[in-house]
């Protein structure tokens, strides 16, 4: 209680309220200036929905377009630490960057390639388990039966708990001599596991807690897509003999598939940007746990690399537009937003 | 409505009981068998951070698997209120959470009516950005923006962060709003438009009062999305006066040395209320999503 005493109650209220005051002020001049040109000088039949837009449209500049056109900046300094102010600008510098990503290790020893293939191990690994996971429960849980309703939300738990919580209380658990894994490995006779120092561990231990958070995600998304097949095809299916396989392989696995493959998108997505686990995870930072999203943070806030670290960035996403692209032309993705 | 809903529902459980009714006893015992296993994984590690909050101080470690210990004490509860700086990182939480999901609802509000009803210029390159920035994860954005947040002397105050978290979350509840509003009717706003309103009053008497589930979803969505982030408040604030309560009970669960008291202490207080909070809404919550992604 000590801490929050009355004065910085009063201070955090009057930054907020001097913030909002500006914000709004901000806007209501923006308005008017827009509401001018657009509806006084260019007389538009549009003035309302674009100063409905304005507002968002600004912040959105502001905060998406610009730090984004920074960084393609930052990628051509040499900014760090020691050059914070007086970083030099140039071409070479930025090729530099690039080139050095490729050549020379990221962080300590971690070279870019192996980096990229573990991210892919790991985007792969979680998602298999996440969709399998999910889909075997949800197959259980769509069914007529006692419990159900105390099963899905205690299935959901997992989803449901703060991520920073569940992640930190994991990595207790990891613990060599307490944690409840080794604990009970140690009960049945087993030796116990060096989660923490051990790399192909940390990185499982890693795999086990993202796992563990995923599922119930999965499982709700799967579920609501089960509850929609009408129960006719499984009649028709069972007169005409099928058998539980056949039904699950050719009536419940393409009547999932809308709903199945934006799941699988974006959880291709979270995963392999996923921050919170493998860094929090890997308690000692042992390079060999990191992937792309953790390396760059690392290069970034540890080793004090601005410019090679928006450099990296720039790399991460190209990589990410390219995967969003082919899933696009794939799919034929994204024809309803223009209805 | 009730009426038709109960019918439906009916018919809803027919259905499952005439698929059940195809389950051997012994088939039906296996799943429950594979559920509540499945119940166990999932919920156990949540009461053991319970069961190590129970413990009193000086039996923190131990390899006991007892879910409720012999001697369960509330020290270290009594530890993170009132020795700790907990409720100070709650009310910072809570300050920028609270900027940030209104900030964001007010500005989605109206951009998404827009994009709802009219057929401007630039409407379908709008959306595609939106959807694109949504790609962009902010882990991609966190080097230029820290530079900049330091350039402009935002590190350490709630602005920097309320404005970064209210503006990532932008795209995101445009797309719900615009889909649920694209729902109502537009011979709501014709009928009201004949009876001498303005386009802006239809919207604030109108639609607004008619959208306020989808307001509430989004609402929901930014707070959850601010009130758990780790990332932006690690680089955006230092000292640890004005830290978030993620930030705070990463540093209780600090790299060599592990306050497990004070931490699963806390982690409980603030797990409560969001879990409770998520499962209560999570039905609205998946439908949100849903109908998001199918509306496109």
């Known amino acids: ?339 | 409505m009730s009426g038709k809903i109960k019918a439906e529902r009916r018919k809803i459980s027919y259905l499952f009981r005439r698929k059940a009714r195809g389950d051997s006893p012994f088939k039906r015992f296996l799943i429950h068998v594979a559920l509540i296993l499945a119940c166990i994984i999932a919920v156990y590690p949540v009461l053991r951070v319970v069961s190590v909050s129970l413990r009193p101080g000086d039996r923190l470690l131990s390899t006991s698997l007892a879910l409720i210990p012999d001697d369960a004490s509330m020290q270290s509860y009594y530890k993170i209120i009132f020795e700790k700086d907990f409720l100070l990182w709650l009310w910072n939480s809570l300050c920028i959470t609270m900027t940030t999901a209104f900030i964001g609802l007010i500005l989605a509000a109206t951009s998404a009516y827009a994009f709802s009803r009219w057929k401007f210029p630039g409407r379908i390159p709008g959306l595609l950005f939106l959807l694109t920035t949504q790609m962009i994860p902010a882990a991609m954005l966190i080097v230029p923006i820290y530079v900049l947040a330091v350039q402009l002397n935002l590190i350490n105050s709630y602005r920097g962060l309320a404005l970064a978290y209210s503006v990532s979350s932008i795209p995101f509840s445009i797309w719900i709003l615009k889909g649920y509003y694209d729902t109502i009717p537009r011979e709501l706003e014709e009928a009201a438009k004949i009876d001498g309103a303005s386009q802006m009053s239809t919207f604030y008497k109108i639609i607004l009062p008619l959208s306020t589930p989808a307001l509430a979803i989004v609402f929901l969505f930014n707070f959850m999305m601010a009130w758990n982030d780790w990332i932006l408040a690690r680089i955006m604030l230092q000292r640890e006066k004005i830290f978030t309560w993620p930030l705070g009970i990463w540093t209780l669960a600090g790299q060599f040395r592990v306050e497990w008291g004070t931490f699963t202490a806390a982690s409980i207080l603030v797990a409560v209320p969001v879990m409770i909070l998520f499962l209560y809404s999570s039905k609205w919550l998946i439908s949100g999503l849903t109908a998001g992604a199918v509306k496109g």
């Open chain 1, 1 to 339: 209680m000590s801490s929050l005493t009355a004065r910085v109650i009063t201070g955090s209220l009057s930054q907020i309220g001097s913030m909002i005051l500006y914000i709004f002020l901000g806007i209501i001049i923006f308005e008017v200036v827009v509401y001018l040109v657009l509806g006084k000088i260019f007389k538009s039949k549009y003035t309302i929905p674009y100063m409905l837009l304005a507002p968002a449209a600004v912040g959105l500049a502001l905060l998406v377009i610009y730090p984004m056109a920074y960084e393609v900046r930052l990628a051509f300094t040499n900014m760090s630490l020691r050059y914070f102010r007086n970083y030099n600008l140039s071409l070479v510098q930025g090729l530099k960057n690039f080139t050095l990503i490729f050549t020379e290790p990221v962080l300590k020893q971690l070279k870019f390639f192996p980096l990229l293939s573990r991210t892919i191990l790991w985007t792969v690994i979680n998602l298999i388990f996440h969709v399998s996971g999910g889909l075997v429960l949800a197959i259980l849980l769509n069914r007529h039966m006692r419990g159900r309703g105390i099963y899905r939300t205690l299935l959901v738990f997992p989803w449901a708990i703060p991520q920073i919580v569940a992640v930190l209380a994991w990595r207790g658990e990891f613990h060599f001599e307490y944690g409840f894994i080794n604990v009970m490995l140690q009960r049945i006779g087993l030796q116990p596991i060096q989660w923490m120092i051990d790399p192909f561990w940390n990185f499982t231990a890693a795999c086990i807690t993202n796992i563990w958070l995923g599922i119930p995600f999965m499982m709700i998304i799967i579920l609501g897509g089960l509850q929609s097949i009408p129960a006719e095809f499984y009649d028709a299916a069972e007169i005409d003999g099928a058998s539980n396989w056949q039904q699950f392989n050719s009536i419940t696995l393409p009547m999932l598939r809308p709903i199945l493959t934006p799941a699988v998108i974006l959880g291709t997505i979270w995963t392999f940007n996923n921050f919170n686990v493998p860094y929090m995870i890997n308690r000692y930072e042992l390079e060999t746990s990191d992937i792309l999203v953790t390396a760059l943070f690392r290069a970034a806030f540890e080793y004090n690399r601005y410019g090679f670290s928006a450099a990296f960035a720039l790399v991460i996403l190209f990589i990410l537009f390219i995967f969003t692209l082919t899933y696009i032309r794939v799919t034929g993705g994204i024809k309803g937003v223009y209805e």
